[in-house]
């Protein structure tokens, strides 16, 4: 917790951010990019904080981080190239997506990756010394159930983003603190869809 708190507070830093520029059209054009780019400021610290934890690692975990890393900064340059390209053309001019993820957006799209990365590293190290195959099914149900609460969350309530990354979360607490099968987790993630019914059943009475 104490490692993302930078990263909270930037998300925080850049809601606050946009909601002034939006409220304060009158601001002059420097004033407005020096709030907007306001959430820059404690992103970078976060880097640093994640550089810090890494650094204090031994050489295998090191390794694994280094390259859960790598795998979700290249996850997320191919997916703004994409969403770029796509805009580009049309598509996506009736979504959110239309200009581009966001700060918020991006992310929780990098810590996405970044699970998604740890999950397969580790797997894969595990498998090694183990003379195991790599769960590939898992990693594949994971995928599909992050893509399918992003959409979800799109369509409910605007942006997918925090709602992939709550299903990946419930994998991951699934898959190493509780040391669920595919099945449990499959379950934990039907829990996390019933509860989101039952939110938005309660929600459409009380309007």
Request: proline residues 3%; aromatic residues 10%; hydrophobic residues 50%.
């Amino acid at each position: 917790m104490k490692l993302n708190a930078w990263a909270f507070v930037a998300v925080l830093v850049s809601i606050v951010a946009r909601s002034l520029v939006q409220q304060h059209p009158d601001w002059g054009t420097p004033l407005q990019s020096v709030v907007a780019l306001t959430p820059l400021l404690p992103s970078l610290l976060y880097l640093r904080s994640i550089a810090r934890w890494i650094g204090g690692m031994d050489e295998l975990q090191r390794r694994i981080q280094l390259e859960a890393c790598l795998f979700a900064t290249t996850a997320m340059v191919f997916t703004t190239t994409a969403i770029d390209l796509l805009e580009g053309i049309g598509i996506l001019q009736s979504t959110r997506l239309r200009h581009g993820l966001g700060l918020e957006g991006t992310f929780a799209a990098i810590i996405v990756f970044y699970i998604l990365g740890n999950i397969i590293f580790k797997a894969r190290d595990n498998a090694r010394n183990n003379h195991e195959p790599v769960p590939y099914t898992t990693i594949l149900l994971i995928v599909c159930c992050a893509v399918f609460y992003y959409r979800l969350g799109e369509f409910d309530y605007g942006s997918g983003g925090l709602l992939a990354l709550a299903s990946v979360a419930l994998w991951v607490i699934g898959n190493l603190a509780l040391r669920f099968g595919v099945l449990a987790n499959l379950l934990l993630q039907v829990g996390l869809f019933f509860a989101l019914t039952v939110w938005n059943m309660t929600r459409r009475q009380r309007k």
